[in-house]
């Protein structure tokens, strides 16, 4: 089963994210999902295997979810995963599809439980910050 990382170029989580993924040796399937955007199913299907409610998938920050009246109270996961469908930039990210599982990885290292080898050397930001040590481990 190839590897496929729901990724936001713009947000470093997403990007460090697929830093790990390369270090650990995978070239993951990438999906753009602000340009390809979400289905309902498919939002369905990533989230109930990661174990997430559409609110706990959604962006709060650096997202329109506050102007749409995605916080209040009563806000069904219904009416989320239609304002998810026509604003992608609500589902946080990065979502990483593996054969052992499905999670949403904030922080970045949360990928390494779903890889079957982790980097063997340390892996940094595109700032030059140290994500994981010379060990493999993340960088607290």
């Avoid at 270090?23 to 939002?43: C, D, I, M, N, R």
Wanted: proline share 6%; aromatic share 2%; charged share 20%.
């Amino acid at each position: 089963m190839s590897i496929v990382i729901h990724h936001n170029p713009g947000c470093g989580t997403s990007r460090n994210a697929l830093s790990i993924l390369r270090a650990s040796g995978v070239e993951p399937v990438v999906v753009e999902y602000l340009e390809t955007g979400w289905t309902k199913s498919q939002l369905q299907g990533l989230f109930a295997a990661a174990g997430l409610t559409a609110r706990e998938a959604l962006r709060v920050s650096n997202s329109p979810a506050a102007e749409l009246g995605m916080l209040e109270e009563g806000v069904t996961e219904d009416a989320l995963l239609t304002a998810m469908i026509a604003h992608p930039v609500l589902v946080n990210r990065p979502i990483i599809c593996t054969a052992k599982g499905v999670r949403l990885c904030r922080p970045s290292a949360r990928v390494l439980d779903l890889l079957d080898e982790v980097p063997t050397g340390a892996v940094y930001a595109d700032d030059g910050e140290m994500i994981l040590n010379e060990k493999g481990a993340p960088v607290v």
